[in-house]
């Protein structure tokens, strides 16, 4: 016990600790990153926690020893409780952003301008739900990066795959509307209803990378669905060009654990985009 009183006198260990108990597991980038620590640092201090933490491949996680140690601390400190709730936080604002988004695109009329927009039949009530959305969002946002954050990490990754189209799934189902597209005619134009955007890129490059190594085979599959959508809409008549995936590729590769596993379905995703750009205008047009 005196050995382990000595290990947890240092504040940075304490928070090296701490940070592996809530989070379950850990790389070595995640705690240089999310704890803000020099590389001689923190091997410094792992160097000197390594009764208390296993390393399985490239991931750090607490041995029982460690998990006793972390427990009886918060206990003394009467803070076990408090980071028992607080670390759901981020994740519940982020379902509510959802859930507010879903309902604001009940404020979009059944029908388009000129400009091939849906039109807004409640302005004031849209832009109020639509704007707690936001905020609900970028507060979630905020939090995984002040905070620790642990559960719900499967239906994290699943809202990745629901967030572009959130606002539209409340409109009409009939013409699906995507949120991202290209319309190919004589030329290749790019349109993205602002709309769905802001959330979404909010949602893909702020929130999902704290979450997308949680899961790397759910992350492939959720990935995979968005890529085949993507090529039913892209290799059709339609004048759409779903860009969905792409983006949801783009924010996987700055997680800083994922380029190696993702790097072939990302190609794949290139090659379904500029290969529906090419089916729309050489064959169908």
Excluded: C
């Excluded at 304490?14 to 940070?19: A, C, G, N, T, V």
């Excluded at 380029?259 to 290139?270: A, E, G, P, Q, W």
């Amino acid at each position: 016990m005196d050995n382990f009183t000595r290990i947890i006198k240092d504040k940075t260990r304490r928070e090296i600790l701490i940070y592996l108990y809530n989070k379950g597991k850990a790389t070595y980038s995640d705690i240089l990153h999310d704890l803000n620590l020099s590389t001689g640092k923190l091997n410094y201090h792992l160097k000197i926690l390594e009764p208390l933490i296993l390393k399985e491949e490239e991931y750090y996680k607490l041995n029982e020893k460690g998990k006793q140690l972390v427990e009886i601390m918060l206990s003394l400190s009467n803070d076990k409780r408090e980071i028992e709730y607080s670390r759901y936080l981020p994740q519940f604002l982020a379902i509510a952003s959802l859930i507010f988004l879903f309902i604001s695109g009940g404020f979009l009329a059944h029908e388009v301008n000129i400009y091939n927009e849906p039109v807004i039949s409640n302005p004031q009530a849209f832009y109020t739900i639509y704007s707690i959305s936001i905020i609900a969002l970028l507060a979630s946002s905020f939090l995984l990066y002040t905070q620790e954050a642990k559960g719900l990490e499967n239906a994290m990754l699943f809202l990745s795959i629901i967030f572009p189209y959130a606002i539209y799934l409340n409109w009409h189902l009939v013409y699906l509307v995507l949120p991202a597209y290209l319309i190919v005619t004589s030329s290749v134009t790019f349109h993205y209803y602002i709309y769905e955007l802001i959330p979404t890129l909010i949602y893909y490059f702020g929130i999902l990378p704290k979450f997308i190594n949680y899961n790397i085979r759910l992350m492939t599959i959720l990935w995979g669905i968005l890529i085949i959508f993507g090529a039913l809409v892209n290799f059709s008549a339609a004048y759409l060009i779903d860009l969905s995936p792409l983006l949801l590729g783009l924010s996987i590769m700055t997680s800083r654990d994922s380029l190696k596993n993702y790097k072939i379905l990302f190609m794949i995703t290139l090659a379904i985009i500029v290969g529906g750009i090419l089916f729309k205008m050489f064959i169908i047009y």
